[in-house]
C-alpha cells in the first residue's frame, strides 16, 4: 500500500502546525530546519543554556556530514549528547555529574582515584 499526497486543487498540501496538539493561534515558523525550528523556540522561551547546548549539537552534527564513515559516528555521539542536554535543560530537569569517586566505591577504585580494570 502506498502512500499518496494530499492534494487540493491539483496542487499538493502539507500540515503547517503541530500535529500533536496542535496551537493553532500561534504564528507560523517557515523553515525546512529542526535546527533553526528548536532553536527559534529556545530563544523565545528564554533558554539560553539549553540554546548553548542545542547550537553546539548542530555544530557536531554539521561536521559529521562531511566526514568517513570511521571517523562521523563520534562526531554524531557528541551531537546526540549535547542535544539530549538541551532538551533536560530546556524541561528543567535536573542533571548529576558522575565521577569514579562518587559512582563507585572505594574497592572499585585505585588509590589514585582510577577506576580498576578486570583482567
Given at each position: 500500500?502506498?502512500i499518496?499526497?494530499?492534494?487540493?486543487?491539483?496542487?499538493?498540501i502539507?500540515?503547517?502546525?503541530a500535529?500533536v496538539?496542535?496551537?493553532?493561534?500561534?504564528?507560523n515558523v517557515?523553515?525546512?530546519?529542526?535546527?533553526t525550528?528548536?532553536?527559534?523556540?529556545?530563544?523565545?522561551?528564554?533558554k539560553?543554556?539549553?540554546?548553548?547546548?542545542?547550537?553546539?549539537?548542530?555544530?557536531?552534527?554539521k561536521?559529521?556530514?562531511?566526514?568517513p564513515l570511521?571517523?562521523?559516528?563520534?562526531?554524531?555521539?557528541?551531537?546526540?549528547?549535547?542535544?539530549?542536554?538541551?532538551?533536560?535543560?530546556?524541561?528543567?530537569?535536573?542533571s548529576?555529574r558522575c565521577?569514579?569517586?562518587?559512582?563507585?566505591?572505594?574497592?572499585?577504585?585505585?588509590?589514585?582515584g582510577?577506576?580498576?580494570r578486570?583482567?
Amino acid at each position: 500500500m502506498s502512500i499518496e499526497p494530499v492534494k487540493l486543487k491539483r496542487r499538493e498540501i502539507a500540515p503547517h502546525k503541530a500535529l500533536v496538539a496542535p496551537l493553532l493561534n500561534s504564528r507560523n515558523v517557515l523553515t525546512n530546519s529542526p535546527w533553526t525550528f528548536v532553536g527559534l523556540w529556545l530563544q523565545r522561551n528564554h533558554k539560553p543554556k539549553a540554546l548553548f547546548y542545542w547550537e553546539q549539537a548542530q555544530e557536531f552534527h554539521k561536521v559529521s556530514v562531511g566526514l568517513p564513515l570511521r571517523s562521523a559516528p563520534l562526531l554524531l555521539y557528541y551531537c546526540f549528547m549535547n542535544t539530549v542536554k538541551a532538551l533536560l535543560v530546556a524541561k528543567g530537569v535536573a542533571s548529576t555529574r558522575c565521577t569514579a569517586s562518587r559512582c563507585f566505591p572505594r574497592s572499585y577504585r585505585e588509590p589514585n582515584g582510577l577506576l580498576r580494570r578486570k583482567v
